[in-house]
């Protein structure tokens, strides 16, 4: 791609489209279908558009920050002055939707042919586990992001791949073939930006059938 | 009460007990059920035996903190200079229990005869009502922090008493004579230390009923 990336604080991508000099060549197509968003900018306005239409209530959790100093200025807001990132011990979108308990991770990847389980935590496996003892629906949205494509990969699938590879010869990463086969592709559009609840749909659907 | 009280970074409250001088009178007896927890580190207790007895998952949410600056020292984690505390747009705890989406929010008043309604952000009673219709349990635990009293508040009663301040003579804070008409008092333990979940097993059974 010849556009110009710059990464903003608040994880926006910001793409750069026009005034390419005359000798510069595009080796592929300027893609249109992911415009200067990253993917948690896409799923926070995803649930926005989720929320606005009263079809489910999902937040992203907030990310987790242990606060060391806190500065008390006068006449103004509490400074926090030292604090460090840590690691939450959960998933970060949780939520309700039609009487379920929704519960989920996205997840990106520059790889164009596997997604590597290194990207996932143990304990956020763990959580999705209890969390489906419990009765709730957990799935991952995993965006291939040199390819522009989102796959709903529901947490069975994922649990069967992160517990194969404490195998002999087990893999350490799901082949895009793989998710390509069994888990479906989430169309990338305009309201709501990543549609993922018909897919949600379906989970509830083949747990009634279970039941 | 005659007990030194210092506010601990984390919200833990420290009650130093012995070394009273001969000439001080104690105007209470002494209180040991609610020794040196704030109700923040109270649930967070709650939760973490709720979750080792496979029980329910229940989490708190981390506090919104807006990032403003950040280094990255060499060799080290990147560390946080600038950051406000911001209002989250939901409350403080939610999971999943039986299958079902528990939402809930924990207030501490030292009022000893009501509990204002202000310690409510409109948002999160917008955020309380938009889970019940889909299907969540939404609640709120009261701690009457002078009294040592925790009320199990359904949000149907919270919803009621939130609305009626907006009607002309409403009133702007909630009698306690009100709670113990009409909210159970959770005792205070030790394994859980804050036990909700049976109450929360009757909003479910009620919740059925009405089917």
């Known amino acids: 791609m010849s556009s110009v990336k710059i990464n903003y604080p608040k994880g926006q991508r910001f793409q750069h489209m026009g005034n390419h000099s005359a000798g510069q060549k595009r080796k592929q197509p300027l893609s249109y279908s992911n415009r200067g968003m990253s993917l948690e900018a896409d799923l926070n306005l995803t649930n926005k558009q989720y929320l606005a239409g009263n079809q489910a209530i999902i937040?992203?959790?907030?990310?987790?920050?242990?606060?060391?100093k806190v500065d008390y200025p006068a006449r103004a807001a509490a400074k926090i002055t030292e604090a460090y990132y840590t690691q939450s011990s959960t998933t970060d979108y949780n939520g309700?939707?039609?009487g379920y308990y929704l519960d989920f991770e996205a997840k990106q990847t520059k790889n164009k042919t596997s997604f590597p389980l290194s990207n996932f935590h143990e304990h956020q496996i763990d959580h999705m586990k209890a969390s489906c003892v419990h009765g709730g629906i957990c799935f991952v949205i995993i965006l291939f992001s040199t390819l522009d494509e989102h796959y709903f990969v529901p947490s069975d699938f994922l649990f069967k791949w992160w517990d194969q590879q404490f195998q002999p010869d087990g893999r350490k990463s799901i082949p895009l073939a793989a998710l390509k086969k069994d888990c479906a592709q989430i169309p990338y559009g305009f309201n709501p930006r990543i549609p993922y609840l018909p897919f949600v749909d379906q989970l509830i659907d083949k747990k009634k059938e279970n039941r």
């Open 59 to 68: 937040h992203k959790k907030p990310t987790p920050i242990q606060v060391v």
């Open 96 to 98: 309700v939707y039609r």
